[in-house]
């Protein structure tokens, strides 16, 4: 059963921005985040939440350009995507820590248990 749903991806020029959005459907969570891949690359996070105190965390490259936030009452991440560069080309994937973890390595795939499916963002020059 699906219980991360991302939406919100497409193309857009470079300089453009985007919002992406997870529909969590858990009654718990840690940490929430957003990763991205793309062809023939490693997948890689790109920002990180901890629901507790709001504390964020980025992927240098994204420093400046993304905002993450969430909607506690719409149970939504979001991915504010501004000044987008064709090098942010990539699968983005939503993902969610449902268990307590050492919280230590935020950007990490490893501190996550749920994943959603993916929308693809594609910036062109």
């Known amino acids: 059963q699906v219980h991360l749903v991302e939406s919100g991806g497409g193309s857009v020029q470079a300089g453009g921005s985007l919002r992406l959005s997870c529909a969590a459907s858990?009654?718990?969570?840690?940490?929430m985040g957003w990763f991205r891949q793309a062809p023939g690359k490693e997948r890689e996070g790109v920002a990180a939440?901890?629901?507790?105190?709001?504390?964020?965390y980025y992927a240098d490259s994204v420093k400046g350009r993304f905002t993450i936030s969430q909607d506690n009452a719409k149970n939504t991440l979001y991915l504010q995507m501004n000044s987008l560069k064709p090098e942010d080309t990539a699968m983005y994937y939503c993902?969610?820590?449902?268990?307590?973890?050492?919280?230590?390595?935020?950007?990490?795939?490893?501190?996550?248990?749920?994943w959603g499916q993916g929308t693809q963002v594609t910036v062109s020059s």
């Open positions: 858990y009654s718990r969570y840690y940490y």
């Open positions: 939440i901890y629901t507790g105190t709001g504390s964020t």
């Open positions: 993902a969610i820590q449902t268990y307590a973890g050492t919280g230590r390595r935020p950007l990490s795939e490893y501190e996550y248990n749920r």
